[in-house]
């Protein structure tokens, strides 16, 4: 499990390595271009019920920590896919890989024959 600090707070926002990895991509590119945007997040099992939304500006501090030392494989469809939505106006909302359609991957029939 992975974990970003956000603007100096004691209490990290976990997230599964994996996504990440994967929205740490996202993040920095945005960050980058000097881009501002927001990110969203159902509470995992365990914790309150809801969801939480931060506001990602680059002047804010911003710090990721990965359990896993390897890298994993990155999948630009799904960082496309939330790139994409980070441009959106209600900014990423951060969703397993599994719960996206195929189909927003950009993935065709064509795969399956």
Same mark, same amino acid.
């Given at each position: 499990?992975?974990?970003?600090?956000?603007?100096?707070?004691?209490?990290?926002?976990?997230? $599964? @390595?994996? =996504?990440?990895?994967? +929205?740490?991509?996202?993040?920095?590119?945005?960050?980058?271009?000097?881009? #501002?945007? /927001?990110?969203?997040?159902?509470?995992?099992?365990?914790?309150?019920?809801?969801?939480?939304?931060?506001?990602?500006?680059?002047?804010?501090?911003?710090?990721?920590?990965? $359990? @896993?030392? =390897?890298?994993?494989? +990155?999948?630009?469809?799904?960082?496309?896919?939330?790139?994409?939505?980070? #441009?959106? /106006?209600?900014?990423?909302?951060?969703?397993?890989?599994?719960?996206?359609?195929?189909?927003?991957?950009?993935?065709?029939?064509?795969?399956?024959?």
């Amino acid at each position: 499990m992975g974990m970003i600090y956000y603007d100096g707070a004691d209490n990290p926002i976990q997230i $599964d @390595d994996r =996504a990440l990895a994967h +929205l740490k991509v996202v993040i920095s590119t945005k960050l980058r271009r000097n881009e #501002s945007f /927001t990110l969203s997040w159902q509470h995992p099992e365990g914790d309150a019920p809801g969801r939480t939304t931060i506001w990602l500006h680059p002047s804010i501090p911003l710090r990721f920590i990965f $359990d @896993d030392p =390897a890298p994993v494989e +990155l999948r630009s469809e799904w960082i496309a896919a939330m790139a994409n939505s980070a #441009s959106s /106006t209600g900014g990423i909302m951060l969703v397993p890989e599994d719960v996206l359609p195929a189909l927003e991957f950009g993935e065709s029939d064509d795969a399956e024959r």
